[in-house]
């Protein structure tokens, strides 16, 4: 008796646990085995679920067995069929055969959904964005960015505004001021560029992309309990780029407010030595900035660069955005007035 209690109940706790969530993998195990695909790699899913008998089959099981687990939870029931049958006896042993039979199995049939489930997510964009496009990779040995219209696929599709850019230089210095789309822009671009190499769907009337390794430092956090500030986040992101620029390599770069954790004149000199370094044949690099002064790495032939920004307007005493990319150097700044709009300023 004492080893009963001290084994059955832990044995048959974790699958009177289990009942609930069995079913809907057992439905979803079913459709994918009755589902008739044409991609051969979905062809290749369904055949690790179909083998071993079947995974919906297998579930079925064990679906059987926590039913039969659960029963044992009536007070009436649990006397009646242990003193007849020693029930809990029974579904361990069954449950025990179970495992015997699927445990290698499992793990391959859940991958295989996991699998699935990625690609599905893939296909949401075109299923819940009227504006969508499927992108052309090429296999240009130099990296490429061609995009028009690109837009953030996280923005409520009425109010998201579109840009297009042709990246024909190695390094585009974007500035404006606050609030103006530098940020969403750039983040528009590594999210689509992530989902195009995931295969999926992008946001974009049309996006034309190499293979390029695609490195980001846009939202970069401290670690108090690592003892990593913002600024020191940011230098290992930037530390990684060009770490990957020595492997020469097609890759692209998006830095966002490059080193805005340090003073203006430690900032300025710094962001200046890394976009040199990172100014390649073999890599694009794309930074935003409030510091005007990273404007006239355009006349340094050894860094190819390029001038973009996005600007604000001024109508019946508000500030207002077209949030579209411009060529040239920003001109304008709206700090002080945002501080006046917050009451700081008078």
């Not at 067995?65 to 009436?76: E, G, L, P």
């Not at 671009?189 to 769907?201: D, M, R, T």
Request: charged fraction near 25%; glycine fraction near 4%; include cysteine.
């Amino acid at each position: 008796m004492k080893s009963y209690f001290l084994t059955v109940p832990k044995v048959l706790s974790p699958i009177y646990q289990m009942n609930r969530t069995i079913t809907p993998y057992r439905k979803l195990f079913q459709l994918l085995e009755q589902e008739s695909f044409d991609s051969p790699y979905l062809k290749d899913l369904q055949k690790t679920l179909l083998k071993n008998g079947s995974a919906s089959a297998a579930l079925k099981e064990l679906e059987k067995i926590t039913d039969s687990v659960c029963a044992r939870h009536n007070i009436y029931a649990f006397l009646l069929y242990n003193s007849l049958f020693l029930h809990d006896y029974y579904c361990v042993e069954w449950y025990e055969k179970w495992k015997d039979s699927y445990k290698y199995s499992l793990k391959a049939w859940l991958k295989a959904v996991g699998n699935v489930e990625a690609l599905i997510s893939l296909s949401v964009i075109c299923h819940t964005r009227k504006f969508h496009c499927l992108p052309v990779l090429t296999d240009s040995t130099r990296p490429l960015l061609a995009a028009s219209d690109i837009r953030h696929p996280l923005l409520k599709e009425p109010s998201a505004v579109g840009n297009d850019i042709d990246l024909t230089h190695s390094t585009c210095i974007i500035t404006g001021s606050n609030m103006s789309g530098k940020t969403t822009f750039i983040r528009s671009i590594g999210i689509n560029l992530a989902l195009a190499y995931a295969g999926g769907f992008c946001t974009a009337a049309s996006l034309r992309i190499s293979l390029m390794e695609l490195c980001t430092s846009i939202r970069t956090e401290d670690n108090v309990n690592e003892g990593i500030s913002t600024f020191y986040a940011e230098l290992l992101r930037i530390r990684r780029m060009i770490e990957v620029s020595k492997k020469q390599i097609p890759m692209i770069s998006l830095i966002d407010e490059i080193y805005k954790g340090t003073n203006a004149k430690d900032r300025i000199f710094a962001a200046k030595e890394t976009i040199r370094n990172l100014s390649k044949p073999y890599a694009v690099t794309l930074i935003t900035t409030h510091d005007f002064e990273l404007c006239d790495l355009e006349k340094d032939l050894d860094i190819h660069g390029k001038n973009y920004h996005f600007t604000e307007h001024y109508k019946e005493n508000k500030i207002l955005f077209d949030y579209k990319l411009k060529e040239g150097r920003c001109t304008t700044t709206n700090a002080r007035y945002l501080l006046r709009m917050a009451g700081i300023l008078k």
